[in-house]
């Protein structure tokens, strides 16, 4: 069975964002082997809408049985016991057996984000987040030169959030000072 290297995001069904977010799911069991390094910090990425609305650090990597999985499994995977958690995973990956291979992920949360961020920007910004373009933007602005249209927006994002930027500009101006404010710094070797 190929191995799945989890590097910079874990997706998840966005059904379960209250429970990570309390704090009642902390980890996720997935079909086949994945692979993880404990202690990366990785961006857990919601479907279908695919935005990061929080950063989480890899605790463990634990491979099971099928029938390995206990109550306690279910209960840290957010579900009252086995026989529900086995309900979902055969719902999400159809009939699983006894035998079948699954990988136990267990996490925590180290940041929430207010707003969320769509996972194309982070891709394009090299997974850094858009309060951190602006914040490098600020200290280093002298040295930039960007027009006054990406200044501001640049400043919203640093003073009242992601999300408050996207209301005031559009996502589309946003995508695009942002972009613009990485290769900028990029150039200039401040990342």
């Known amino acids: 069975m190929k191995s799945v290297q989890i590097r910079k995001f874990l997706l998840i069904d966005s059904a379960y964002k209250s429970r990570i977010l309390r704090g009642d799911k902390v980890t996720t069991i997935r079909y086949g082997n994945y692979e993880a390094e404990p202690g990366s910090e990785v961006y857990l990425v919601l479907t279908p809408s695919d935005t990061a609305v929080a950063k ?37 990956y159809g009939e699983l057996y006894g035998d079948d291979e699954v990988t136990v992920i267990s996490f925590e949360v180290t940041k929430r984000f207010k707003d969320g961020i769509p996972l194309k920007w982070l891709k394009g910004l090299n997974y850094r987040e858009p309060e951190e373009i602006a914040r490098l933007y600020l200290e280093n602005q002298e040295r930039l030169n960007l027009n006054r249209g990406t200044d501001f927006i ?30 900028a710094l990029y150039g200039e070797g401040i990342i």
Do not use: S
């Open 56 to 92: 989480i650090r890899i605790t463990g990597i634990e491979r099971k049985k099928v029938r390995e999985l206990t109550d306690r499994d279910a209960k840290l995977d957010g579900f009252r016991d086995v026989r529900e958690l086995l309900g979902e995973l055969n719902r999400i």
């Open 154 to 183: 640049m400043r919203r994002i640093y003073n009242e959030g992601l999300g408050r930027a996207v209301r005031t500009f559009g996502p589309k101006r946003v995508r695009e000072a942002l972009l613009k404010t990485y290769h």
